[in-house]
């Protein structure tokens, strides 16, 4: 099933602009959240077929974040594509530790991040 609907939680307005703008550009329906609190808000008004993660946000990091959404029963099947600066192959590996499907490091490549999306729909 292609991806549609893609929630985007990053706490840069500069990158959400961007990959919303990228992503509505190739017909994706896009809802940004700045944080947890306002990423469950999203969840909560309907499920993505996709979640765009950055890292390092205040509060509740994109680890923590993508743990606690991967383990909710009625969020399990959502794939996260952790987007982040963390560049290390041990931040890769421990990002997919957390549940995320997929790790991209910004500044993002259009077409890599096309093509990850396209593999998971």
Request: proline fraction near 6%.
């Amino acid at each position: 099933m292609p991806i549609r609907s893609v929630l985007i939680i990053d706490d840069s307005k500069t990158e959400l602009m961007f990959l919303s703008d990228l992503l509505q550009k190739n017909n994706m329906s896009v809802r940004t959240a700045e944080g947890a609190d306002e990423a469950f808000k999203r969840l909560a008004e309907g499920k993505p077929d996709l979640i765009l993660m950055d890292v390092v946000m205040p509060g509740q990091n994109g680890y923590q974040l993508t743990r606690a959404i991967s383990r909710l029963p009625e969020y399990t099947g959502i794939p996260i594509i952790l987007c982040t600066s963390k560049s290390l192959e041990t931040d890769r590996v421990w990002g997919m530790r957390q549940g995320a499907r997929d790790y991209i490091t910004k500044p993002v490549n259009p077409s890599e991040l096309l093509a990850k999306i396209k593999a998971l729909g």
